[in-house]
């Protein structure tokens, strides 16, 4: 069995480079700061300042403090940008090699993980990994230099700093629950709308408008309680943040007052505080506490960027099999023979073990039996769309392999039980650009279907077949199958839920591909379609 490879995300180095701009810019602020504080200090005490040269410092520290400060975000945005597309990137390259749904949720919960959950990743990139760096680098800087001035001051930072940490690991721990919560709820609410936008049509037919609006109200409001708990939390962290930060710039501005003014002589290492000390003091408290505010505030993009990491994970970890072929263009291979020998597939409640079977050019099979009994997968498994857990199929007496699958594709025609379509024209959704053969067209029966539509092959359709009934759908279905003159067709079920007429049309058109040399497999309940194909196999439930 051939699983899906997971590749693992490892941090950008312009990631990192970025984050070292950050942090030598708030550096450079402490050159400017000492700007400020010699200057200030020089007028008090009288002093000459040379107005030029001081301004040119202060200028040119703040333009290179600017620059700085810009590319750091520009930087950490192109990575950021990187980092997402990478991994939206990983899972829809992942999703599409692979037929089984994965066990982390639908369309809708794989939709949200690599849209608004991926999203959530960029906050988390901007402003939390270079504020964490910040952390580790500013404050040690402006701890040494108010140690170098006051060891008053130095013991008030150190005593008001690790408390904010404390209360932001305690309080980033609800956060994260509260996350996880939210993320999950956003899943679930894509997922619900993805179900209930496909059974739109039917829904409205029974009258069940009022109960789907009631199960999205609650759905909701769910998920508004739950977003509402997270941001809670963030403001909760950023009050704890503030008033400890607000304490430890007071009661330093309160002691270089005082010791300014005389009134107190102790806090520093011998000598009075100078007036240029005490100011480079009072500008750098603030910025040691900058950092932390920093981190604070972007603590819950952390929690929100933990839940989505979490989920990345346990999408990851799913175990499932990969498609055969990579999806690319290729010529169709010579058809001579088609064969099942000892296959089982392996489902999550069950085995199915399907019959040996040879199948030649210009064979017709009908294959019926109860439902939920294999059938579906049996056509999966012929085209190489589900590959099996255990036996082979046989492609000209060889297994298919990677390179020859989708070769073997491209000699198929595919109709599905159930229609799908493109968001595009009717033309379109047949021949994919193509120019549309007539002949096919006819054997379809889809001449009807254009002379009833407004624009006839060029009316826009729905992803569901908007303006389409049932058997209309059914054979734009089939004409698409053909539309590439297949040696192969697979038809599931293709008259099921059909009136007389269209399921006559329908097994006519079938027939007329088998008459023209064709070879079809098709799935049916409908005794009609089976007693007009001359091979049958009759699958049965296993006791």
Same mark, same amino acid.
């Given at each position: 069995?051939?699983?899906l490879?997971?590749?693992?995300?490892?941090?950008?180095p312009?990631a990192? /480079?970025?984050?070292?701009?950050?942090v030598?810019?708030?550096?450079?602020w402490?050159?400017?700061?000492a700007v400020?504080?010699k200057?200030l200090?020089?007028?008090?005490?009288?002093?000459?300042?040379d107005?030029w040269?001081?301004s040119? =410092?202060?200028l040119?520290?703040?333009?290179l $403090?600017a620059?700085?400060?810009?590319?750091?975000?520009?930087t950490?945005?192109?990575a950021?940008?990187?980092?997402?597309?990478?991994l939206r990137?990983e899972?829809?390259? !992942?999703?599409?090699?692979?037929?089984e749904?994965s066990p982390?949720?639908?369309?809708?919960?794989?939709?949200?993980?690599?849209?608004e959950k991926?999203?959530a990743?960029r906050?988390?990139?901007?402003?939390?990994?270079?504020?964490r760096?910040r952390v580790?680098?500013v404050?040690?800087?402006?701890?040494?230099?108010?140690?170098?001035?006051?060891w008053?001051?130095a013991?008030?930072?150190?005593?008001?700093?690790?408390?904010i940490?404390? /209360?932001?690991a305690?309080?980033?721990?609800a956060?994260?629950?509260?996350?996880?919560r939210?993320?999950?709820e956003?899943? @679930?609410l894509?997922d619900?709308?993805?179900?209930?936008? @496909?059974?739109?049509?039917?829904?409205?037919?029974?009258g069940?408008g009022?109960?789907?609006i *009631? $199960?999205?109200?609650a759905?909701?409001?769910?998920l508004r309680?739950?977003?509402m708990a997270v941001?809670?939390?963030?403001?909760?962290s950023?009050?704890v943040?503030?008033l400890?930060?607000a304490?430890?710039?007071a009661m330093?501005a309160?002691w270089?007052?005082f010791a300014?003014?005389?009134?107190?002589?102790w806090?520093?290492?011998?000598?009075?505080l100078t007036?240029?000390?005490g100011?480079?003091?009072?500008?750098?408290?603030p910025?040691?506490f900058?950092?932390?505010r920093?981190?604070?505030?972007a603590?819950?993009?952390?929690?929100?960027a933990?839940?989505? !990491?979490?989920?990345?994970?346990a999408?990851r970890?799913? =175990?499932?099999?990969?498609?055969?072929?990579?999806?690319?263009?290729?010529?169709?291979v010579?058809?001579q023979?088609?064969?099942?020998?000892?296959?089982?597939?392996?489902?999550?409640d069950r085995?199915?073990r399907?019959?040996?079977?040879?199948?030649r050019?210009? *064979?017709s099979?009908?294959?019926?039996?109860?439902?939920?009994?294999g059938?579906? #997968?049996?056509?999966r498994?012929?085209?190489?769309?589900?590959?099996?857990?255990?036996?082979?199929?046989?492609?000209n007496?060889?297994?298919? !392999?990677d390179?020859?699958?989708?070769a073997? $594709?491209a #000699?198929?025609?595919?109709?599905?039980?159930t229609?799908?379509?493109?968001?595009?024209s009717? $033309?379109?959704?047949i021949?994919f650009?193509?120019?549309?053969?007539?002949?096919v067209?006819?054997r379809?029966?889809v001449?009807?279907?254009l002379?009833?539509?407004p624009s006839?092959?060029?009316?826009q359709? +729905?992803?569901?077949?908007?303006?389409? @009934?049932g +058997?209309?759908?059914?054979r734009?279905?089939?004409?698409?199958?053909m539309?590439?003159?297949?040696?192969v067709l697979?038809?599931?079920e293709?008259?099921?839920?059909?009136?007389?007429e269209?399921?006559?049309?329908?097994?006519d058109?079938?027939?007329?591909?088998?008459a023209?040399g064709?070879?079809?497999?098709?799935t #049916?309940?409908?005794?009609?379609?089976i007693?007009?194909?001359?091979?049958?196999?009759?699958?049965?439930a296993?006791?």
């Amino acid at each position: 069995m051939s699983h899906l490879a997971k590749p693992k995300n490892n941090s950008s180095p312009a990631a990192g /480079f970025g984050a070292a701009l950050s942090v030598l810019a708030s550096l450079i602020w402490l050159a400017q700061a000492a700007v400020i504080a010699k200057v200030l200090a020089a007028l008090l005490s009288g002093a000459a300042v040379d107005v030029w040269t001081v301004s040119l =410092a202060f200028l040119g520290l703040g333009a290179l $403090r600017a620059i700085a400060n810009q590319q750091a975000q520009a930087t950490l945005s192109r990575a950021a940008e990187h980092h997402i597309q990478d991994l939206r990137q990983e899972i829809v390259a !992942t999703e599409s090699s692979t037929a089984e749904v994965s066990p982390f949720g639908g369309a809708g919960s794989m939709a949200a993980l690599a849209t608004e959950k991926l999203e959530a990743l960029r906050p988390f990139l901007l402003r939390y990994a270079p504020a964490r760096l910040r952390v580790m680098v500013v404050p040690l800087f402006i701890l040494a230099i108010s140690a170098w001035h006051s060891w008053a001051a130095a013991i008030v930072l150190v005593a008001a700093g690790p408390l904010i940490p404390v /209360f932001m690991a305690l309080v980033g721990w609800a956060a994260k629950e509260a996350s996880a919560r939210q993320m999950v709820e956003i899943g @679930s609410l894509n997922d619900l709308l993805a179900d209930r936008l @496909s059974a739109l049509a039917d829904l409205t037919l029974i009258g069940a408008g009022p109960q789907v609006i *009631d $199960r999205f109200a609650a759905a909701t409001d769910t998920l508004r309680h739950k977003t509402m708990a997270v941001l809670r939390i963030a403001f909760l962290s950023s009050t704890v943040l503030e008033l400890f930060s607000a304490l430890g710039v007071a009661m330093i501005a309160v002691w270089v007052g005082f010791a300014l003014l005389g009134e107190i002589s102790w806090g520093t290492w011998g000598a009075p505080l100078t007036p240029f000390g005490g100011i480079y003091l009072l500008l750098l408290a603030p910025d040691f506490f900058q950092p932390l505010r920093d981190l604070a505030a972007a603590w819950h993009d952390k929690s929100a960027a933990d839940a989505v !990491t979490e989920d990345l994970a346990a999408w990851r970890g799913d =175990a499932r099999r990969a498609l055969l072929g990579k999806g690319a263009l290729a010529p169709a291979v010579a058809f001579q023979t088609l064969a099942l020998r000892d296959v089982a597939v392996d489902h999550p409640d069950r085995t199915l073990r399907l019959p040996n079977m040879e199948i030649r050019p210009g *064979d017709s099979l009908a294959i019926s039996g109860p439902s939920g009994v294999g059938k579906t #997968t049996l056509l999966r498994v012929l085209a190489g769309l589900e590959p099996p857990t255990r036996g082979a199929v046989l492609l000209n007496d060889a297994p298919i !392999t990677d390179i020859q699958a989708d070769a073997w $594709r491209a #000699t198929l025609g595919w109709m599905p039980q159930t229609p799908h379509f493109l968001g595009r024209s009717l $033309r379109h959704n047949i021949g994919f650009g193509a120019n549309l053969d007539e002949n096919v067209l006819a054997r379809a029966r889809v001449a009807p279907v254009l002379a009833a539509l407004p624009s006839q092959d060029l009316t826009q359709l +729905g992803e569901t077949g908007a303006g389409l @009934s049932g +058997g209309e759908a059914r054979r734009v279905m089939l004409a698409r199958a053909m539309h590439r003159a297949p040696a192969v067709l697979l038809a599931d079920e293709p008259t099921a839920d059909l009136d007389a007429e269209t399921a006559k049309d329908i097994i006519d058109a079938l027939m007329a591909y088998v008459a023209s040399g064709g070879t079809l497999i098709t799935t #049916t309940h409908d005794q009609r379609l089976i007693d007009r194909i001359p091979k049958g196999i009759r699958l049965e439930a296993e006791a």
